[in-house]
């Protein structure tokens, strides 16, 4: 299916105002009541402007408007130095870094898994099953444990955070790649047979190559709930740093400004990691010689 | 078959615990004479694997009972006669499974997997009692069991806060929306072209995040918890349902053509039949992320009671037995949902390709 650029762009630019509009829409109505009690108790005559005008420049909204929260994102940024806690690129590190130490955790627990899944026949009997059940169970509910256990032996700071996005991540790309390993043309499989490849010749020349394109594509669902487990697992640890943390202090002191401006990065980043892993993919598709 | 096996014989030989030696401890006698016994029984005279498997598989149940006996006397290090009989009995059971994995059949699958699962509680219950590890750290299965029964109250309560109350409402409101906008959007493109891009960014984004802003707007009941249950199961549900929605050939949109049928008996007749292995991969997708959604957003504030509430105050106040008989109640329950949808989702799409291969 052939689209112009226009028939595609347009159909978002719409639903991208559509969203800011209905924001704005959403901070007047919900801001409306507190805006009004406000402007009684100053005591003044007030107009509709007045009031819209109120709703959109709250300390304290019940729904802040996207300029505060840029506003906020850009003085957070800007008006302190990158290692100072309230910027929010501290913070914005420091989940992102046990984000991307569960994530390469994960991938390595993923891959080994497919492996022995693919060619051990009583590991995929045994052991496929449970690690589909594993994934039906809510896993952050026991993130908070994990994050006590660990303490308990000893481990804290980000180790916690890494393992429980490992727990998380892991399992996509564990099916991923038992798919992506077993798609091995027939005939090739074959070839491989007929120069008496070994098999660890197969796998390296051939299984592996195949899985390429599905790994990434696991891998890019991955890095997104990677993310979300770091965040979850800064929830338990009473917040010292990290976006979570921002998530909870903010919802403890009602700073609703914070708690979307760190809502708001976490979206970057995470659609940030997932371009870089997609850059990946282009780099390492090209070197292997794949049809776009 | 594996060398390790015969480790039994050797396990003979070492302490079974401080100052025990195997033959002292009737348990222990019975635990590797089961051992062995099955292990000749099947190797002497030629079986099929099924009944070899079957053999060594009563062999490694006694033997397993009989040890958990030995476990409290164990003292870690103390009993390395046990640990090595216990990996010999790993072994055993290891070339059981491999026999029973052989053959073909759901059922045989069924019966390696529950037997895997359970040789993984065993291990948990042996390392856990036979190390001493402190129930802090991680409690045996077996005292989680025990803490069930006399908190089921407070367990039922929880239950039907966080999943009768918040899940199943948000579950049902949210997928119901996102099937209903998927609908409309399908009838009108340009609104799938724009809501399409938007659904996939919004499965980029850690949606949990919204729960504290919710818990702002709906309170500390139940509502808040639907809130984000609906939002976070809302874009699975339009994008999955948009998807199957896409799923109908045209060779079969023709043939509706040719007989007459209008858009809405196209829609029930063909297109939704046709959707529904994309609807129940939504839904069981959702289900998971219900359960998830609910009791995070119970972390930023409840009334005193709900599941994620639990977890998060009683991990604080260390009584660690209620926050895992909390953690088994949301276990069973995701599987349950998920099993349930896949037995449904079985029962209504036998005819499509991807179920009737597997049988």
Redesign the interface.
């Known amino acids: 299916m052939t689209t112009s650029l226009s028939q595609r762009v347009l159909p978002v630019a719409v639903m991208a105002v559509a969203v800011i509009a209905v924001w704005y829409g959403g901070a007047v109505w919900l801001n409306a009541p507190q805006a009004m009690e406000a402007m009684a108790r100053a005591g003044k005559n007030w107009s509709t402007a007045d009031l819209v005008m109120q709703t959109f420049a709250m300390k304290r909204p019940v729904l802040p408007t996207p300029d505060q929260v840029v506003v906020e994102i850009y003085h957070s940024l800007t008006d302190y130095p990158i290692g100072h806690i309230r910027n929010l690129l501290y913070h914005t590190g420091v989940t992102s870094a046990s984000a991307l130490v569960g994530f390469v955790m994960g991938v390595v627990l993923g891959v080994v898994l497919a492996i022995g899944i693919v060619h051990v026949r009583t590991l995929e009997a045994s052991l496929l099953p449970w690690i589909i059940a594993s994934q039906t169970i809510p896993i952050l509910a026991i993130a908070p444990m994990i994050v006590v256990i660990l303490g308990n032996l000893g481990f804290t700071g980000l180790l916690p955070k890494a393992v429980i996005s490992m727990y998380l991540c892991f399992f996509p790309i564990t099916v991923g790649m038992v798919k992506g390993l077993r798609s091995v043309d027939g005939m090739a499989q074959d070839l491989m047979r007929t120069y008496n490849a070994s098999a660890r010749q197969v796998f390296w020349m051939l299984r592996l190559p195949s899985a390429v394109p599905y790994l990434f594509t696991s891998l890019k669902v991955a890095i997104a709930i990677s993310l979300v487990g770091a965040i979850v697992g800064e929830l338990p640890t009473g917040g010292q740093a990290g976006l979570g943390s921002r998530l909870l202090s903010g919802s403890y002191y009602g700073q609703t400004v914070q708690i979307w401006s760190a809502l708001v990065m976490s979206a970057v980043l995470s659609v940030v990691l997932i371009a870089v892993v997609g850059l990946a993919e282009k780099l390492v598709g090209r070197h292997t010689g794949a049809h776009p | 078959m594996n060398p390790l096996v015969f480790l039994p014989l050797v396990a003979v030989v070492l302490p079974f615990g401080a100052g025990v030696a195997a033959w002292q401890h009737p348990a222990a006698l019975v635990a590797v004479g089961a051992a062995l016994a099955s292990l000749l029984a099947a190797r002497l005279r030629p079986l099929p694997p099924l009944a070899e498997a079957l053999v060594l598989l009563a062999g490694v149940a006694v033997a397993a009972a009989a040890s958990l006996l030995l476990l409290d006397r164990a003292s870690g290090i103390a009993a390395p006669g046990l640990w090595v009989f216990l990996v010999g009995l790993a072994a055993l059971f ?1 070339h059981a ?2 026999l ?3 053959g073909e059949g759901a059922g ?3 019966l ?2 529950g ?3 359970l040789a ?1 509680v065993y291990l948990w219950e042996a390392v856990v009692r036979g190390f001493g590890v402190p129930s ?3 409690p045996a299965p077996s005292a989680i069991l025990a803490a069930m029964p006399p908190r089921a109250d407070v367990l039922w309560d929880d239950f039907r806060q966080t999943v009768l109350h918040a899940v199943v409402r948000g579950y049902l409101i949210g997928c119901l929306s996102g099937f209903a906008v998927a609908i409309v959007a399908d009838r009108i493109p ?6 399409l ?2 659904g996939n ?1 919004v ?4 949606i ?6 919710m ?3 709906f309170g500390f009941g139940w509502e808040s918890k639907a809130a984000v249950v609906v939002v976070m199961t809302f874009f699975p549900m339009l994008v999955n349902t948009l998807a199957g929605l896409q799923a109908s050939e045209k060779i079969q949109l023709d043939l509706m053509r040719s007989y007459g049928a209008g858009y809405v008996r196209t829609l029930v007749k063909l297109r939704l039949p046709n959707a529904l292995p994309f609807l129940f991969n939504g839904l069981k997708i959702n ?2 992320l219900a ?2 959604g609910a ?2 957003a119970e ?3 409840t009334p005193i009671v709900g ?2 509430f639990r ?2 105050t009683e ?1 604080a106040r260390m009584n ?1 037995d209620i ?2 008989a ?2 088994v109640v ?2 069973i329950t ?2 349950t ?3 349930a949808l896949a037995l449904a989702e079985r029962a209504v799409t036998g005819w499509h390709p991807s179920v009737r291969r597997r049988r």
């Open positions: 290891w499974l491999t029973l994995a052989q045989r699958v069924a390696v997997a037997l895997f699962g993984l802090v750290l991680l340009f609104l799938a072209r724009g809501l891009p938007l960014l499965s980029a984004i850690p949990v995040g919204i729960a504290p802003i818990v702002m707007w289900s998971t359960l998830i009791i995070v972390f930023f504030g599941m994620g977890i998060s991990v660690l926050v895992w909390t953690i949301a276990g995701g599987s949902l998920y099993g």
